[in-house]
C-alpha cells in the first residue's frame, strides 16, 4: 500500500522554512516529493501544495504528519493508496 502525504501550506513565503526543516529531518521517509504553486510572470502565489510518496513505516509517517500539523498556516492529509 502506498501512503501518499498532501501538504497545503497559506502564506508559502513564512512557512516554507519551517516546512523545509521537518521535511530535510524526515528526509529517509520520503520517496518522492511534488511541489505545486501559481506562478508566472507577474506574481507568485502565497498558496502552494506539496505531495509526498512516503516509504516508511505509519508511525513514522504520522510523526511526520504531526510535526507539519503543528506549523501555523500547514494542513495535512493522509491519501492511502
Do not use: P, W, Y
Request: a negative charge; charged letters at 30%; glycine letters at 4%.
Amino acid at each position: 500500500m502506498a501512503e501518499i502525504l498532501v501538504v497545503s501550506l497559506e502564506k508559502r513565503r513564512e512557512t516554507a522554512v519551517k516546512v523545509q526543516e521537518v521535511l530535510t529531518d524526515f528526509g529517509c521517509s520520503i520517496r518522492t516529493r511534488i511541489g505545486l504553486h501559481e506562478s508566472n510572470i507577474n506574481a507568485c502565489s502565497d498558496n502552494g501544495i506539496i505531495i509526498l510518496d512516503l516509504v516508511s513505516d505509519t508511525d513514522k509517517n504520522n510523526e511526520l504528519m504531526k510535526k507539519l500539523e503543528i506549523i501555523s498556516g500547514v494542513k495535512v492529509k493522509f491519501v492511502s493508496i
